[in-house]
């Protein structure tokens, strides 16, 4: 039972893993097209490690919020009655701290190298424009994990479904197995052999 659930953690602590490095393959690709042509004079294998960089700079606040609302919008209300508006406020407040998170890092990690002679303040943490470009790319991380969790979900549930369907079966079948057993059928033969003695009897 213990190495069963063992190799449960492993397998899903290795679907994580490789979740979180494809959207880190995606996000380090995006982060090169848009600003290659910013550092187009420097050597490629520099414009993709600062690509790199940039992702895993924003990849905390795609993850916290992903996680979060894991959590909130899809465990909890398979675990327990929910209250659907205790859940929107709740992702509501979560996202926006998320996008504020996103924009830190932009600002104050990312501007800077991109845009070395800007100055750039706390205003620009909350600029509207970036801010909704925060929310698009955090929600496009957590929608596919969310999607991709009930998906599991789902065929784990037709994987049950079908072994009790199963296991429904196998009962049927053992009982059908009990009620014709030997003895039973020693009994049925006995009795029609004496009701053909008897009938041949009476015909004589």
Known sequence: MIIADIGIVKGKI???LLFWFLCSVQGTLLEYAWINSIFARSNQWHVILV?????????????????????VAVNQPLRRRYNTASIIIKLTIACLLAIILYRIGCVY??????????????????DIGW???GLLDIGYVAGIAAALRLFRMQILNLKHEKSLVKEKLETELKFLKNQINPHFLFNTLNNIYALARKKIRQNT
């Open 131 to 133: 801010a909704f470009v």
């Open 14 to 16: 290795y679907r994580h």
């Open 51 to 71: 690509a790199f960089y940039f992702n895993l700079i924003l990849l905390p606040s795609k993850m916290l919020f992903t996680y979060y609302a894991l959590e």
């Open 109 to 126: 990690f990312i501007n800077p190298v991109e845009y070395p002679h800007t100055k750039y303040t706390i205003a620009n943490v909350f």
